[in-house]
């Protein structure tokens, strides 16, 4: 008897994968980096201002820097996969809870002289905030039937506003070293705390997609709405339970955000951040109408924009100038999703596939 074996080699099965993208983007980056400046890759282990050994370099700053976003596209990529939209607001809801968990830990107050509850219990609060502001987003879209975009426009447009009221317009300043640590380093450990939670959230979020049908069911229902409905799917609750889970993310990036300077800046932090997330997803290779999706993709991605923004840093290119250069890249994305150009790298991909072989 006679068998077909079709076996893919391992650079078509590359240019097959979803991680081609960011991959080949991080690889540009860092050849180019190579060229130009070998130093960039110096990391140096020396002290801070405390005596406690820390690590420094610009890919540490990478890993540090791009942590609250690789967080955020862990949600994002699930809205955008349900929903096939993106949540325009969670610059804003990450003020929200921030000011939330100020709130709670400062006690309403401007400058107290001691923690008025612990910091867990403000988390816990800023996490509850970010929840109520995902739902509500998502009840908009999967309820009321409103695109995505839209929907999200309105805490993107208030969020901030919403966010001072919170403090009564104040800007609360948090005493003690000890919460700066989540967006520092924690004395002995020389990796900075943002990127030990990003990597925390990262393996969570692997063993809620490993023990649960998180991934199947959110496919599902962007893929083909009507085909999960008559499969026994609720894609209302799907829906709503991808942007739920973006405001877990959000109010971690918010307490990374806010423990940085141990204060808020309502107007100012985490600005623009929704469209880092939205790039991240998009330069994953996920597909921003919804469907299948790849959360290590976004992840990764994530981190290579955090590396192309401390690349222009590093060769002095001003920050009013980013936008620009972040724009290019969202128009090389587009032209390479564009269906004429997928067909031209998929018969790229053919051409390395391995001769069909006879099994007798």
Same mark, same amino acid.
């Given at each position: ?128 905030? %970010?929840? @109520?502001?995902? &739902?509500?987003? #998502?009840?908009?879209?999967? /309820?009321? $039937? ?6 999200? *426009? ?122 880092? %997330?939205? @790039?991240?997803? &998009?330069?994953? #290779?996920?597909?921003?109408? /919804?469907? $299948? ?6 992840? *990764? ?60």
């Amino acid at each position: 008897m006679e068998k077909t074996a079709k076996k893919m080699n391992p650079v078509s099965a590359f240019f097959h994968s979803q991680m081609v993208i960011p991959v080949v983007a991080l690889l540009l980056l860092l050849v180019f980096n190579l060229i130009m400046d070998p130093t960039f890759f110096k990391i140096t282990l020396g002290t801070n201002s405390a005596g406690d050994p820390v690590l420094s370099g610009n890919l540490i700053s990478v890993l540090n820097n791009g942590s609250e976003l690789a967080i955020l596209a862990i949600g994002m990529t699930l809205v955008t996969a349900a929903t096939g939209g993106q949540d325009i607001s969670v610059g804003a809801t990450i003020a929200i809870s921030g000011s939330v968990l100020l709130r709670v830990i400062c006690g309403g107050e401007a400058k107290p002289a001691e923690l008025a509850a612990p910091v867990f219990v403000g988390f816990l609060a800023a996490c509850a905030a %970010a929840m @109520l502001c995902g &739902a509500f987003n #998502g009840i908009l879209v999967a /309820g009321f $039937k409103i695109q995505p975009m839209i929907a999200t *426009l309105i805490l993107y447009t208030a969020g901030r506003s919403i966010a001072a009221w919170v403090n009564n317009n104040t800007l609360p300043i948090v005493p003690g070293e000890k919460f700066t640590y989540f967006g520092g380093f924690i004395p002995g450990i020389a990796m900075p705390t943002p990127f030990l939670i990003a990597v925390l959230c990262f393996i969570v979020i692997a063993l809620v997609l490993k023990f649960t049908n998180l991934g199947i069911y959110t496919q599902a229902v962007g893929i083909n709405e009507s085909a999960a409905r008559l499969n026994g799917l609720k894609p209302a609750a799907i829906k709503i339970l991808s942007f739920v889970i973006l405001g877990v993310c959000v109010s971690v990036a918010a307490l990374i955000k806010v423990s940085r300077i141990s204060s808020i800046n309502y107007s100012v932090i985490a600005q623009n951040i929704e469209m880092d %997330a939205i @790039l991240a997803v &998009a330069l994953g #290779g996920n597909s921003l109408g /919804g469907g $299948k999706f790849n959360i290590w993709a976004s992840v *990764l991605a994530a981190y290579v924009i955090q590396l192309l923004t401390t690349t222009l840093y590093k060769f002095k290119v001003s920050s009013d100038a980013l936008p620009a250069y972040k724009a290019v890249v969202v128009i090389i994305l587009v032209v390479m999703s564009a269906p004429v150009v997928r067909e031209k790298m998929s018969e790229l991909g053919k051409r390395f596939k391995t001769p069909t072989k006879e099994v007798g």
